[in-house]
């Protein structure tokens, strides 16, 4: 492994342990230098009422569990944009369907140098489980492999298998964070909303008038911290479904592939087979 691509690695596995307590920090700044911006206040006092019709002051209003769920928000960000970076990456130049049924093609013509060369233009995770495959199969395809057919066989596959299991991680990875958040972030809005209505009880209960103010705020803490709560959980399941979808989608056409790969090569054990008895049937038809 080069250097570079031990760097790629170290980043990649370092990368969610960097963003989590990073996009803490950006919230705390967006909760208080912009959220609680005096500008969007009444008076310019931030423990006052917002200003009609500024979305912002409300959202503050929201208390310290905001600073939270805007964090979630920024890790969401984060790593949607890096899942589809990633899966953009993985599904190659071109459409897959297309491309395996290309290799088909290529195999049944037994052009196998021509297959290997469309890997290298596809690129992406089925590409590189072909070409895996291919390289396999074209050595062990040579006259006088140290190898029984039936050997040859499960190796090939136990190859394809052992690639396809390199590629899936690549795959998959990050989408537990996003189906997290997609729990978590919906169990603190909740906890928000909880926290707000034991504030406006806490000012309703008080003896003599009730505060108007603190039950106000109680109120708006709940249904803000709810709102964000509620929207980013379900930002998360779209985005979760629809990477599952693109993964789903992938694997197939790698197994499509691997079944291809493997029929060819049964097919030319088969066809040598034939042609050895066949050979042998002339062989003896001459000598008698």
Do not use: M
């Given at each position: 492994m080069s250097k570079s691509?031990?760097?790629?690695?170290?980043?990649?596995?370092?990368?969610?342990?960097?963003?989590?307590?990073?996009s803490v920090v950006i919230a705390y700044f967006i909760y208080t230098q912009i959220?609680?911006?005096?500008?969007?206040?009444?008076?310019?006092?931030?423990?006052?009422?917002?200003?009609?019709?500024?979305?912002?002051?409300?959202?503050?209003?929201?208390?310290?569990?905001?600073?939270?769920?805007?964090a979630f928000q920024v890790i969401l960000l984060t790593f949607i944009i890096e899942r589809l970076v990633a899966l953009y990456r993985a599904s190659g130049s071109g459409r897959n369907g297309l491309f395996v049924r290309k290799i088909k093609g290529m195999l049944d013509n037994n052009q196998l140098n021509n297959a290997l060369e469309a890997c290298d233009t596809q690129k992406g995770s089925v590409?590189?489980?072909?070409?895996?495959?291919?390289n396999t199969f074209q050595e062990m395809s040579q006259e006088g492999y140290p190898m029984a057919e039936e050997q040859k066989v499960e190796t090939l596959q136990k190859e394809l298998e052992e690639?396809?299991?390199?590629?899936?991680?690549?795959l998959s990875n990050n989408l537990v964070i996003i189906s997290t958040l997609a729990s978590v972030a919906t169990l603190i809005g909740l906890l928000g909303t909880v926290t707000g209505m034991i504030k406006a009880f806490?000012?309703?209960?008080?003896?003599?008038?009730p505060d108007a103010i603190g039950l106000a705020g109680g109120i708006s803490q709940a249904l803000v911290t709810t709102a964000l709560g509620i929207s980013t959980a379900a930002v998360a399941i779209i985005f979760y479904?629809?990477?599952?979808?693109?993964?789903d989608k992938l694997v197939?056409?790698?197994?499509?592939?691997?079944?291809?790969?493997?029929?060819?090569?049964?097919?030319?054990?088969?066809?040598?087979?034939?042609?050895?008895q066949n050979g042998q049937a002339k062989a003896k038809e001459a000598v008698s």
């Open positions: 691509s031990s760097l790629a690695e170290t980043l990649k596995s370092g990368f969610a342990a960097i963003v989590i307590p990073l959220l609680g911006n005096p500008g969007n206040f009444e008076g310019g006092d931030v423990t006052a009422e917002p200003l009609e019709g500024n979305y912002l002051g409300v959202i503050h209003k929201g208390g310290p569990i905001v600073i939270l769920l805007v590409a590189n489980v072909i070409k895996n495959g291919l690639a396809t299991q390199l590629e899936l991680p690549l806490a000012a309703l209960a008080r003896a003599g008038s479904n629809y990477f599952a979808s693109r993964i197939y056409a790698i197994d499509e592939a691997s079944y291809s790969i493997l029929h060819a090569f049964k097919t030319r054990k088969s066809l040598r087979a034939a042609f050895s």
